[in-house]
């Protein structure tokens, strides 16, 4: 039995279709000369006569009408195959980190996980929430969504919009006939932060020492205090607004909403499973803007 050598039986096809060697030529990119050595390998090597020479060029020759309908499904079926086989090496797998604080694990980084893993089946995504930032130089993650107030130095990153914070309270209830409210405001500060972070200085200038009466390091567990009537606190939009129970008091400044910001490392960013996660994420974060921001409600 002959073994069929894929590049003489292309060429022959691509004489069949041209009309002429020449035409064959332009298309494949050959010189006329590969072109008749192909097509006079093919023949004798399978001991047919496939053409009928002329000086009008290459003309089929009746008898092997039936070779040429199988050469046309072998050429599918290789075609085919060559198309599976490239989807399969260009399948995206392998673990992905991905570290943010509460305020985007609590809400909308879960569903975007669940729905690029859906997409991409073959990654397997770890979600670490942490507030402190994990040092993407010493690969303790691969990619971070952060908040804050300039984009990270000597690293990839993309700014998706500015993080909407407001006060809350716990939602007021009619005044009993026995009792009102009172006038002082009471508090829950949030802690953790940088001295230097706006957020911090604004606390600090704002709310009243003897007024706050709970702390928490993170803004989920700022919410739960507030949620329980504890008193008022600064949570981000995307937190306080999903709430029920909470209302808004008053916006803030805008000098104190930080950006939120997509992070990878330059030596990680072309790795096909990091590249694919950070083009999820960046995409899908700015479709969610609105919740981002505050301007969902």
Same mark, same amino acid.
């Given at each position: 039995?002959?073994?069929?050598?894929?590049? *003489?039986?292309?060429?022959?096809?691509?004489?069949?279709?041209?009309?002429?060697?020449? #035409?064959?030529?332009?298309?494949?990119?050959?010189?006329?000369?590969?072109? &008749?050595?192909?097509?006079?390998?093919?023949?004798?090597? !399978?001991?047919?006569?496939?053409?009928?020479? /002329?000086?009008?060029?290459?003309?089929?020759?009746? /008898?092997?009408?039936?070779? &040429?309908?199988?050469?046309?499904?072998?050429?599918?079926?290789?075609?085919?195959?060559?198309?599976?086989?490239?989807? !399969?090496?260009?399948?995206?797998?392998?673990?992905?980190?991905?570290?943010?604080?509460? /305020?985007?694990?609590?809400?909308?980084?879960?569903?975007?996980?669940?729905?690029?893993?859906?997409?991409?089946?073959?990654?397997?995504?770890?979600?670490?929430?942490?507030?402190?930032?994990?040092?993407?130089?010493?690969?303790?993650?691969?990619?971070?969504?952060?908040?804050?107030?300039? $984009?990270?130095?000597?690293?990839?990153?993309?700014?998706?919009?500015?993080?909407?914070?407001?006060?809350?309270?716990?939602?007021?209830? $009619?005044?009993?006939?026995? #009792? #009102?409210?009172?006038?002082?405001?009471?508090?829950?500060?949030?802690?953790?932060?940088?001295?230097?972070?706006?957020?911090?200085?604004?606390?600090?200038?704002?709310?009243?020492g003897d007024t706050v009466?709970?702390?928490?390091?993170?803004?989920?567990?700022?919410?739960?205090?507030?949620?329980?009537?504890?008193?008022? #606190?600064?949570?981000?939009?995307?937190?306080?607004?999903?709430?029920?129970?909470?209302?808004?008091?008053?916006?803030? $400044?805008?000098?104190?909403?930080?950006?939120?910001?997509?992070?990878? !490392?330059? *030596?990680m960013i072309d790795l $096909?499973?990091?590249?694919?996660?950070?083009?999820?994420?960046?995409?899908?974060?700015?479709?969610?803007?609105?919740?981002?921001?505050?301007?969902?409600?």
């Amino acid at each position: 039995m002959h073994k069929i050598n894929w590049d *003489d039986f292309r060429v022959v096809l691509a004489v069949c279709d041209a009309g002429s060697v020449n #035409g064959a030529a332009k298309q494949l990119g050959l010189n006329h000369a590969t072109i &008749l050595r192909r097509v006079a390998n093919f023949e004798e090597r !399978h001991g047919v006569s496939i053409f009928i020479k /002329s000086g009008k060029g290459y003309k089929l020759n009746q /008898s092997s009408a039936q070779i &040429l309908n199988s050469l046309r499904s072998l050429d599918s079926a290789v075609v085919e195959l060559e198309r599976r086989l490239q989807g !399969h090496e260009s399948a995206i797998s392998g673990v992905v980190r991905i570290t943010s604080t509460d /305020s985007f694990t609590d809400r909308i980084l879960p569903e975007l996980v669940v729905d690029l893993c859906k997409n991409q089946q073959g990654l397997l995504v770890n979600l670490m929430t942490t507030n402190n930032a994990l040092d993407l130089d010493k690969t303790e993650a691969d990619i971070a969504v952060r908040a804050g107030f300039e $984009p990270p130095d000597g690293l990839i990153s993309q700014e998706i919009c500015r993080l909407g914070i407001v006060i809350y309270r716990r939602q007021t209830r $009619p005044t009993r006939a026995h #009792g #009102g409210p009172t006038d002082r405001q009471n508090w829950v500060r949030r802690t953790g932060l940088n001295a230097q972070s706006p957020i911090y200085q604004w606390q600090d200038q704002s709310i009243a020492g003897d007024t706050v009466v709970a702390q928490a390091d993170t803004f989920s567990s700022v919410a739960r205090f507030v949620t329980m009537g504890v008193g008022a #606190g600064m949570i981000p939009c995307v937190l306080g607004d999903a709430i029920a129970g909470l209302e808004r008091i008053s916006g803030m $400044p805008d000098n104190i909403r930080p950006g939120v910001w997509l992070v990878c !490392h330059s *030596d990680m960013i072309d790795l $096909p499973h990091i590249r694919t996660t950070y083009d999820f994420l960046v995409e899908n974060l700015r479709v969610r803007r609105a919740e981002l921001i505050g301007d969902a409600v």
